[in-house]
């Protein structure tokens, strides 16, 4: 199979959702979903109830009935809940994930890959994070049963996926070893999913996707490529300029006057080196343009991957609101995107788009009461009696510290899970009160008005492709 000269990136919680996906690969370029989440995706969007009536046609073709019966009637709300009523709660991932854990999360990956295929002959990829490791077995087995052509994942060292996906696609139980905080010698965690267990006894071969890698140094690239648990396909190449999480910069912290980290040459990365490697390499950070696009060619690339001119075209899932507020703000310069080096519970630098209303502004950060309710990225950690535990650097300051994390640990965390939630429609309501969203981009930003017409505040993923391509 030829493989696509232009990657769709798999941004946040449901922005790079199934439409956007569909329009990228109607057209001849890989359309990727986001991979995050997507449990509680498929929950919200039936409650408020299932416009369309997307989620109950793929919902109807997944391939355990009794599961979807389950979702169905435990999360459809005919007409929508009302606006002011919270969302029902979700289970949070954990090491022993819950049936109805794994129902939810398997469902959900499979009703995004399905719409995203549904209707046309193209290929469609899935975004997974290395970071959020307890829900990815059941998500990746929800993809490839919707026939899922590529897993892209990033945000760590994913040198277990490749094995993995080898098990899934043959029907077998996989295992995914989880980093647990504080582990002492000799011990070991890990995740297990069971195919035949999940479809009550049943389960058949699935076919195996392509996986690529998505790295941020030929060392990384490297050592994925000779160390993987199986056969790594391709490398996506991200600077620090790309949108969401970045790899942290090589060596001790430092920070600029403004209180971004500082790259410098030691993380741009060996593209020789990588080429050496001879396996397909798509370049990622700023590279929304046919120029950036040929010169990737030039430089041995199979492409390039592009993210922030999709996360606000028509299709994506961004709340139309805030990408009319991200769409006149970039025309009129007044847009800046910074990288926040404690935003992410993760320890990630993460980039935040400075927007009204957000939790960019200082004001609605400190206002916000913390709290862990979704948990995606908690990290798990070794409790006195030897047992794990979960805690979020994001949490309530006196909680984190009760489960021995360092209080330092939480000045400036922000809760993405909730904050991305909110950016797509799907925020949360506290004692009358709603979550508010985060918005995540990359450094071209700025540069969206290249895809309009001078009087057009909107655009679609065709734009995007045809601007890419020099037809426009």
């Known amino acids: ?83 002011d009523t919270p969302f029902r709660s979700v289970p949070m991932p954990t090491l022993n994930a819950t049936a109805r854990s794994n129902e939810l999360t398997v469902a959900g990956s499979f009703v995004e890959v399905f719409l995203a295929k549904e209707g046309h002959a193209g290929h469609v990829g899935i975004n997974l994070l290395e970071k959020v490791q307890l829900p990815t077995l059941p998500a990746l087995f929800g993809a490839m049963l919707a026939k899922v052509d590529y897993v892209l994942m990033g945000a760590g060292i994913p040198r277990a996926i490749p094995g993995v996906l080898d098990r899934l696609a043959a029907g077998q139980p996989a295992e995914l070893k989880i980093d647990v905080a504080g582990a002492v010698a000799g011990e070991d965690w890990s995740a297990r999913f069971d195919p035949a267990a999940f479809c009550d006894g049943f389960s058949t071969a699935l076919r195996r996707p392509f996986f690529l890698a998505i790295v941020a140094s030929a060392t990384l690239a490297m050592t994925l490529a000779k160390k993987s648990s199986g056969q790594v396909d391709g490398f996506v190449v991200e600077s620090e300029i790309a949108g969401g999480h970045n790899a942290p910069p090589r060596g001790a912290l430092q920070l600029s006057a403004s209180g971004e980290p500082v790259y410098g040459p030691r993380d741009v990365p060996e593209l020789q080196k990588i080429r050496e490697l001879g396996l397909p390499f798509w370049l990622a950070g700023s590279y929304a343009s046919p120029a950036k696009l040929a010169q990737a060619r030039a430089l041995g690339a199979a492409g390039i991957q592009v993210g922030t001119a999709f996360a606000f075209c028509d299709e994506s899932g961004v709340d139309p609101a805030l990408k009319l507020d991200v769409i006149r703000a970039s025309r009129a310069g007044g847009l800046q995107v910074f990288t926040d080096p404690f935003a992410s519970p993760t320890g990630f630098p993460f980039k935040v788009v400075g927007l009204p209303g957000t939790m960019s502004e200082a004001g609605v950060y400190a206002a916000r009461e913390r709290r862990c309710d979704l948990g995606f990225l908690r990290q798990a950690y070794r409790k006195d009696d030897g047992t794990v535990g979960y805690r979020c650097a994001a949490e309530r300051v006196e909680d984190y510290v009760r489960k021995g994390g360092k209080e330092a640990d939480t000045v400036g965390r922000k809760c993405l899970c909730n904050g991305l939630a909110a950016t797509v429609g799907f925020a949360q309501i506290h004692d009358g009160v709603r979550e508010p969203a985060i918005v995540t981009a990359g450094n071209e930003l700025t540069e969206l008005h290249r895809l309009m017409r001078p009087d057009a505040e909107s655009y679609s993923a065709a734009d995007v492709l045809n601007y890419l391509r020099g037809a426009t």
């Open 1 to 83: 199979m030829k493989h696509p000269e232009i990657i769709q990136g798999g941004m946040g919680i449901a922005v790079s959702n199934w439409r956007l996906a569909k329009a990228v690969s109607r057209l001849g370029e890989l359309g990727v979903v986001s991979g995050t989440a997507l449990g509680i995706a498929l929950a919200r969007r039936l409650q408020l109830g299932d416009a369309g009536g997307h989620m109950r046609r793929a919902l109807q073709a997944f391939p355990v009935p009794a599961v979807a019966e389950r979702l169905m009637a435990e999360y459809f709300v005919p007409g929508g809940k009302p606006t």
